[in-house]
């Protein structure tokens, strides 16, 4: 049988957790479960604490786990991130879904997640502790604690890129989506951080392209080999909006788009 | 099972309930509240069709956990109409056969009711954008397009308040 717990901090809500326990954000993701009666769900836990602050700390900038995507929309702050933002679901979606919960969100859910990847992503627990958005993506189904905030780089200029594909639009959900952050040093590209989504069961980073544009410049030559190594590394899934193979046929394009600054 | 009691405003008016662990906010409107204008269709936020306004922004009924919206604001299309003059969104769907099987109707007037509030005139662009979390398998969309787009251009003060 299915029980609610209410607490009003996020510490709390952290020492409710437990086998069969979820904490519920937006109710997105959690709520989809409770209707279809999933028998995994025992336990739904959730926190009156406000988590929506969004704060600049130096070239930083921290999210509160609470922030949906229309609070992400709504921000100057975040204006970066608008483009992901957006790609989640229609309005309804956007005005409930956060940004803690979008760490969670199961393929091929989770666009916003690859942008905060791309952007050095830290996520800060319920219990003070630190961890890089990359690992703890890997070990996401027993997070070590309750997700507080996420803070991201703030890119400068255009540095930062996102494309999502979908065979619908406005609203679609993602064949693929990749999102880049073009760091530069000396006129060359230096540090470059390329996450994908839906390339795999949780938003990844694409390491052999990552590699292969260090030092670059952003031309059809320069990419050439970041291009060939696209999908390096990678396992993308076969599911109803496309197979692996489609995946794999189709990202080394949408990446040189993405790259060149391509419609 | 041990329930919860929640307190709201719907449509203006205070409504009190108690509801199960678990139990979304459609449910509570429709058999707890006997506000049957909310539909459930997917139940998994794909649909639209129980779209209602939340301190104004459109949210999905099923996908909100009944309790959290205590001490808000929700609004439903059974609310739209003043006595028996109906909303100005409401007079051109009819007029404009915006709605053919109905399902989505009372999602799709709630996603264009949150669009003019805050957008009185909007561009065909915008209103296709509010409208894209509500499905309609019947019209091809067109007609309720038009149909909103017909409202915005009614005279402002038959469109409800808050405006």
Same mark, same amino acid.
């Given at each position: 049988m299915l029980e609610v717990v209410t607490t009003a901090t996020l510490a709390e809500a952290a020492a409710a957790m437990g086998p069969g326990a979820r904490f519920l954000g937006g109710g997105t993701l959690v709520m989809r479960a409770a209707n279809e009666g999933d028998?995994?769900?025992r336990r739904i836990v959730r926190s009156t604490?406000?988590?929506?602050r969004i704060q600049t700390e130096g070239n930083r900038i921290r999210i509160g786990a609470g922030v949906t995507m229309s609070g992400l929309l709504a921000a100057r702050e975040t204006a970066f991130l608008a483009p992901a933002a957006r790609a989640v679901g229609g309005p309804q979606v956007r005005n409930q879904a956060t940004v803690g919960g979008n760490l969670h969100a199961p393929h091929p859910y989770g666009d916003l997640t690859v942008a905060l990847l791309a952007l050095d992503g830290i996520v800060h627990l319920s219990n003070g502790q630190d961890m890089a958005l990359e690992p703890y993506l890997a070990a996401r189904a027993h997070p070590p604690g309750l997700v507080a905030a996420v803070s991201v780089t703030q890119p400068m200029g255009e540095a930062f890129r996102f494309r999502k594909v979908s065979r619908?639009?406005?609203?679609g959900v993602s064949v693929l989506s990749m999102a880049a952050h073009l760091s530069r040093s000396a006129g060359r590209l230096s540090g470059v951080r390329i996450a994908y989504g839906a390339m795999g069961p949780a938003p990844v980073r694409a390491a052999a392209v990552e590699r292969a544009l260090e030092?670059?410049?952003?031309s059809a030559t320069g990419i050439a080999s970041a291009l060939a190594q696209a999908t390096v590394g990678l396992e993308p899934p076969d599911d109803a909006l496309a197979s692996a193979w489609y995946r794999r046929e189709v990202a080394p394009v949408h990446l040189r788009r993405l790259l060149l600054g391509e419609p | 099972m041990a329930k919860t009691p929640v307190t709201f405003t719907l449509n203006g008016e205070e409504a009190a309930t108690f509801v199960d662990a678990g139990a979304n906010l459609l449910e509570v409107l429709r058999r707890?509240?006997?506000?049957?204008s909310p539909k459930y269709g %997917? #139940?998994?936020?794909?649909?639209?069709?129980c779209t209602v306004l939340v301190d104004g922004a459109p949210r999905l009924a099923c996908l909100t956990?009944?309790?959290?919206?205590?001490?808000q604001s929700v609004e439903t299309t059974?609310?739209?109409?003043d006595g028996p003059d109906l909303h100005a969104l409401q007079k051109a769907f009819i007029e404009g056969f915006?709605?053919? %099987? #109905?399902?989505?109707t009372p999602g799709m007037l709630m996603s264009a009711k949150a669009l003019l509030q805050s957008t009185?005139?909007?561009?065909r662009e915008q209103v296709i954008d509010a409208i894209s979390g509500n499905l309609c398998?019947?019209?091809?969309y067109e007609p309720i397009v038009e149909a909103i787009l017909a409202a915005a251009r009614s005279p402002r003060r038959s469109l409800g308040s808050p405006l």
């Open positions: 028998p995994t769900l604490e406000r988590l929506d619908i639009k406005p609203k030092g670059a410049d952003l | 707890g509240l006997g506000d049957l %997917c #139940g998994q936020g794909t649909c639209g069709s956990l009944a309790e959290t919206v205590e001490g059974g609310g739209m109409a915006a709605a053919q %099987c #109905g399902y989505c009185p005139n909007p561009t398998r019947c019209t091809g």
